[in-house]
C-alpha cells in the first residue's frame, strides 16, 4: 500500500504503517552514521544533551556525497542499518520516531522499535542519486569534523521508502521469506 507521510513522525502515524508499505515522506529528516551515533551515545554517557532533540525525529543512515553545483547535496544512499544496531535501542527509548537504512536489524533493535511503537524503514541502496532528488535542502548542524558522516538536517520532498519492520515488530525481511520461498522435502530453496 502507498502511504504519504509527514517528518517528523507521530506514534500515530507510525502504528498505522505496515510492513511492506511504500512510503513517501516530506518534512525534516537527520543523518547520522557510525561516528555520529558513537558520539551521542559518548555524550549521553558523560551526561551531556545531544546536539538534535530527537523526539519523533527520523534519522537516516547515510553519509552524502559531495554536491554537485546547483544541487544542495549529492547522491544519498543508505548505507547498512546493523552498523548502528549498538547505540538504536538508546535512541529509541530516548523517543526516536523513526530510522532509514538497508539491511537487517537485531533483536534488540526489533524489540525497542515495538517497545517505543516506533518505524524502520528500507531505503533503496544503489539508487542514490535518485533519492538525492528528493532532498531540496541539506545542512550540516552537527560535528562539521566528521566530513561526511557529520549529523546533518534534510528537507525532503516525496522521499521515498518502504517499511521493513513496523510498531508491532513485523518484519519483512522475515515475512516476505515465508511469502515468497517454498520449500521441497530435500529443503531445497527454489
Known amino acids: 500500500m502507498e502511504k504519504h507521510i509527514k517528518a517528523p513522525i507521530e ?5 498505522k504503517l505496515k510492513v511492506g508499505d511504500y512510503v513517501y ?8 552514521r557510525d561516528a555520529a551515533h558513537k558520539r551521542m551515545y559518548e555524550a549521553l554517557s558523560e551526561g551531556k544533551e545531544l546536539p ?6 527520523m534519522i537516516y543512515y547515510m553519509g552524502p556525497s559531495p554536491a554537485r553545483e546547483g544541487r544542495p547535496i549529492g547522491s544519498a544512499g543508505p548505507t547498512t542499518a546493523s552498523r548502528m544496531d549498538k547505540y538504536a535501542p538508546q535512541l529509541l527509548d530516548l523517543g526516536l520516531g523513526a530510522m ?3 539491511g537487517k536489524r537485531s533483536p534488540e533493535v526489533i524489540e525497542a522499535i515495538r517497545r517505543n511503537q516506533s518505524v524502520y524503514f528500507a531505503a533503496v541502496g544503489g539508487a542514490g542519486a535518485l533519492l538525492s ?11 562539521d569534523d566528521l566530513g561526511t558522516e557529520a549529523i546533518r538536517k534534510l528537507t525532503v ?15 519483512l525481511y522475515e515475512t516476505a521469506i515465508k511469502e515468497y520461498c517454498t520449500y521441497s522435502d530435500d529443503a531445497e530453496i527454489r
Not at 506514534?11 to 502504528?15: E, F, G, H, I, L
Not at 538534535?52 to 525525529?57: A, E, S
Not at 532528488?133 to 560535528?143: D, G, L, W
Open 133 to 143: 532528488k528528493c532532498i531540496t535542502k541539506s545542512e550540516v548542524i552537527a560535528y
Open 100 to 102: 532509514i537504512g538497508k
Open 11 to 15: 506514534k500515530q502515524a507510525a502504528a
Open 157 to 171: 520532498e516525496n522521499f521515498p521508502v518502504i517499511v521493513v519492520i513496523d510498531s508491532d515488530g513485523n518484519n
Open 52 to 57: 538534535v532533540d530527537i523526539q519523533k525525529q
Open 25 to 32: 515522506i516530506t518534512g525534516t529528516i537527520y543523518t547520522a
